[in-house]
């Protein structure tokens, strides 16, 4: 760099050769020089961007971004027998989530009656993967192949509708759980935001264009005050991220049905639990510590205000789930275009008697015949709401959903199931 900093920077002042040639060589060496120089500065910023960088660290939020192998003649049969639909009036449904809580719930009831079902489930670590491999299996005992893929993967999607032109899709996989969005908020904008649109992209594409229905969630309510919750209400004030993703989810949703024709029908979920549910719920996780003699968190509200929740049997939820499917219409567009308005919906799927937490935790302890020890803490400021209650008017009219199961008959089918599946609370859930 010496004979950079000895060339004056005022030109004129230096006698030399003006001779063109000079002075294009004496230009191209001091390019090159510069080049060169900015070129190692480059490669060193790439380099501690990759071997320095935080992001550089394991991030949860990239593990279900891991890839897999998809494809071939065999894999494509395997695809095309498990959405083969069996009876005159069935469909064929690519239910996404799978080998989640409700995902594994909804793929079993919809074989059951004859209809055509393909699973897709990334498989990710957010909770015991072993307990998705179990539900996996048993959907594999009943015929329904779950494709392990992620909903982000574009090429797999648009493989899977070159297959097998699916009537209707479930879209059940996301990023669940209120709390978890302030320990990795990244993951939650991965599935629930970005895979999402990557989905509504190949489905308006596809050919027909598939019915959706998918998941959102009574958080969307937030902060609302005003119960029983309603569909009318306002859904602008949520009170974790998750809720956020899931609120963006309805929107993205309507810009779908406006754009491109695609039918869309919302659920919003409250606070689902039974047998093969997911151990990052506190029904789960209770019943996991009360069986271990560990202590367990019961949030309070304000001023000592009980916190309660509207839970909601799976078999109801299901049913549900089924209604919806049966009363979506047709998607409108073909070749990526509208060709006239598409239905758009959105129903509370609750139970409409919600109950305190340390109710919960009472029927818990009978069930279990242990007495749980219960620390009583001020609900922290973790995304939780105090309460939810849903109004199912809407869902009961249109969908014919009534749901049959009060909290004991639920938690007592729960708990039976946890005991044998954990050999009576001796293998301990994860
Ligand atoms: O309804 C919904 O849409 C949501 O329901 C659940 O969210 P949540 O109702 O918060 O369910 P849990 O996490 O199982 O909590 C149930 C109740 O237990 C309370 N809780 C939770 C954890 C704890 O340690 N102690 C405690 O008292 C919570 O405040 C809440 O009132 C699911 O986790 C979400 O994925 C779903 O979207």
């Known amino acids: 760099m010496k004979h950079l900093d000895e060339t004056p920077s005022t030109p004129g002042k230096f006698k030399m050769d003006k001779s063109p040639y000079f002075l294009h060589r004496t ?14 500065v480059f490669v060193g910023f790439i380099f501690i961007f990759f071997y320095r960088s935080p992001s550089s660290l394991p991030d949860p939020s990239r593990r279900s971004l891991r890839t897999y192998s998809w494809g071939g003649p065999a894999w494509e049969k395997r695809v095309r027998s498990s959405a083969h639909v069996r009876t005159r009036r069935g469909v064929s449904v690519l239910v996404t989530g799978a080998a989640g809580f409700v995902g594994t719930h909804v793929s079993a009831a919809l074989k059951r009656r004859g209809d055509g079902v393909l699973g897709l489930d990334n498989f990710n670590d957010y909770y015991d993967p072993s307990l998705k491999r179990a539900r996996q299996a048993l959907l594999e005992r ?7 893929g992620d909903i982000n993967d574009a090429a ?21 759980g209120v709390r978890y969005a302030m320990e990795n908020p990244s993951s939650y904008v991965h599935s629930n935001i970005a895979g999402f649109v990557n989905l509504l992209e190949v489905c308006k594409s596809a050919n027909p264009q598939p019915a959706i229905v998918w998941a959102s969630s009574s958080s969307v309510y937030g902060l609302n005050t005003k119960v029983p919750f309603s569909e009318k209400d306002r859904t602008d004030q949520p009170a974790s991220l998750y809720a956020a993703t899931k609120k963006a989810g309805e929107e993205i949703a ?5 754009i491109y024709g695609l039918s869309l029908t919302g659920l919003r979920f409250f ?4 047998p093969w549910g997911r151990p990052d719920m506190a029904y789960f996780f209770f019943t996991r510590d009360i069986l ?9 509200g304000a001023n000592h205000g009980t916190v309660a929740r509207d839970f909601t049997y799976i078999d109801d939820i299901v ?12 998607s409108t567009g073909s070749g990526g275009k509208k060709r006239g308005a598409a239905q758009l919906r959105v129903f509370n799927l609750g139970n409409t008697s919600p109950v305190p937490v340390t ?13 749980a020890k219960r620390n009583i803490v001020k609900m922290p400021r973790n995304g939780d709401v105090p309460f939810t209650h849903a109004n199912i008017s809407s869902a009961q009219r249109e969908l014919g959903y009534k749901p049959t199961t009060d909290l004991q008959t639920g938690l007592k089918k729960f708990a039976r199931w946890y005991l044998g599946y954990y050999n009576g609370g001796k293998k301990a859930a994860s």
Not at 142 to 148: A, N, R
């Open 27 to 40: 230009r191209w060496q001091s390019s090159v020089a510069k080049l060169a120089f900015w070129s190692l």
């Open 142 to 148: 009943s015929g329904v192949f779950v494709v392990e």
């Open 156 to 176: 797999l999607l648009k493989k899977l509708f070159e297959v097998v032109p699916f009537t209707h899709v479930m879209h059940l996989a996301a990023q669940a």
């Open 254 to 258: 309507h810009t779908y049905n406006h």
């Open 271 to 274: 606070t689902v639990y039974g």
């Open 292 to 300: 271990k003699g560990k202590a367990i968190s019961v949030f309070q």
């Open 319 to 330: 049913k549900g789930c089924l209604g919806a499917l049966d009363t979506a219409e047709k």
């Open 359 to 371: 109710d919960l935790v009472t029927i818990l302890e009978r069930l279990l015949k242990v007495k």
